[in-house]
């Protein structure tokens, strides 16, 4: 018996929703949204099935995301991507790792909904231009170049976090032993000048409405951990294809944080406050190009 292509390639669908919207629950009203349409039509005259379900999932996502344009301004403090735990297969697809990551997510949210879909589809799954207009409902001419734009954008933004997992591993140990020890020196000496913590919190927990920058006051804000949270249980691991720090403070899991790591130091974290936003570190999420 053949297999339903849309069991196939649901975890591509998955993927290709949740890169367009930052947020996994909407990713899964999207693919069940693609289901319902598949579902409908005649499935032995669809001579691409995955090209098919590539290009519904997108108009599907498309229409979501221009629903919620205006998340940014009604949400409460910093909105940042919903973490996804992860396989450490993942971590071995550069290319996908760095587009799931926070950081780029993040560096995403600051495209309008075409553009987006456009990077995504061309960038991360390599979808024709030709096919990317389709799904978008624009020239192939015109996709060309709104993928130039895009690119650029992206690129004058997008951190620079092409390093070894061994090497975040490293860094945020260091981190986290300084952190968990009270050392302001030890975390003056892993973090980056010019560091910059953003938190997101949605209002439902304590955090800063405002990202913290600089090494002295995010040292020196974090250097009360330990003593407001001694024994506080810490894990690390794989978020968005990268090695992340999980914070059971209070006996159910309250905070994620991820990094970006460059030359050794930590200049970015994003600590995900939010408990509408942290039921998906429980299970690994199927991720697929």
């Given amino acids: 018996m053949t297999a339903d292509p849309f069991l196939t390639h649901r975890g591509l669908l998955f993927t290709v929703a949740y890169e367009m919207l930052g947020s996994a629950a909407d990713a899964d009203d999207v693919v069940q949204e693609t289901w319902l349409r598949w579902a409908q039509v005649d499935q032995a005259a669809v001579r691409d099935p995955r090209s098919y379900l590539v290009r519904v999932v997108t108009r599907q996502a498309l229409n979501r995301m221009r629903t919620l344009s205006r998340r940014p301004e009604d949400y409460v403090g910093e909105w940042l991507p919903e973490p996804l735990l992860t396989s450490p297969d993942i971590a071995e697809d550069v290319e996908l790792t760095e587009s799931i990551s926070i950081a780029m997510l993040t560096v995403l949210e600051t495209l309008g909904p075409t553009e987006r879909a456009v990077l995504v589809l061309r960038e991360v799954f390599d979808v024709p231009y030709d096919e990317i207009a389709e799904a978008v409902g624009k020239s192939s001419a015109a996709v060309r170049q709104i993928a130039h734009r895009a690119r650029e954008h992206v690129a004058a933004r997008r951190p620079r976090t092409a390093v070894s997992r061994t090497e975040q591993q490293r860094v945020v140990d260091g981190f986290l032993a300084a952190v968990t020890g009270g050392d302001v020196q030890g975390l003056m000496d892993v973090l980056a000048p010019d560091v910059v913590v953003i938190a997101d919190s949605g ?30 249980p810490i894990t690390t691991p794989l978020v968005n294809g990268a090695v992340a720090a999980r914070i059971d403070a209070g006996g159910d899991f309250d905070t994620a944080i991820t990094f970006v790591v460059e030359g050794g130091l930590i200049t970015r974290m994003y600590a995900m406050r939010n408990p509408h936003k942290l039921g998906r570190l429980d299970a690994v999420a199927e991720l697929r190009r």
């Fill in 203 to 232: 209002g439902l927990a304590p955090a800063s409405l405002r990202p913290v920058s600089g090494r002295w006051r995010v040292a020196n804000a974090l250097s009360r951990f330990a003593q407001h949270a001694p024994g506080v």
